[in-house]
């Protein structure tokens, strides 16, 4: 799972250690604070995926506040969802099963390019906390 600054994501794991397994991609491309990073169109998960070939990336877990996350998996009332996005649906299952886990609902926004840019800073869905039902309304929309 990569959970840093994404200026710190190329480089930061030899590939042959990531080849062949899931990689969630948690970070987030920013250009300054609060700006999004001008990607040129791309998705930042496009990026790590290009960084990290044989890798089968999933984007996820990066659109809540850590404010957020450290106490909705485990508060009463309608889970809230996290989103997934990816091009290899076993990963994709294996992430959700992690958000599951952690008593969150698992959404999926689709491809890691076009699912991937929803949930990157800028994006529609990125630091928007959703239940479940809100989310997949959204999807569907």
């Known amino acids: 799972m990569l959970m840093v600054p994404f200026g710190g994501v190329r480089g930061l794991l030899p590939p042959h250690a990531v080849q062949d397994k899931v990689l969630v991609d948690a970070t987030n ?6 700006a ?13 995926a290009e960084w990290y070939p044989g890798a089968q990336v999933v984007k996820s877990l ?4 850590y404010e957020t996350l450290a106490v909705a998996g485990t508060a ?3 889970r809230l ?15 959700a099963g992690i ?6 609902a698992p959404v999926d926004t689709g491809p890691l390019h076009s699912g991937g840019i929803l949930q990157q800073p800028g994006g ?6 959703l239940t479940e039902a809100q989310a997949l309304a959204w999807i569907s929309h």
Request: hydrophobic share 35%; glycine share 16%; net charge negative.
């Open 76 to 78: 009463p009332g309608e």
């Open 36 to 48: 999004p990073a001008d990607l040129g169109g791309r998705g930042s998960s496009d990026l790590v």
């Open 62 to 65: 990066n659109t809540m506040h």
């Open 81 to 95: 969802a996290h989103f997934t996005a990816g091009d290899d649906v076993k990963a994709k299952e294996i992430v």
């Open 99 to 104: 958000i599951t886990d952690l008593g969150f």
């Open 29 to 34: 491309a920013f250009g300054g604070p609060g």
């Open 124 to 129: 529609p869905l990125f630091d928007r906390p």
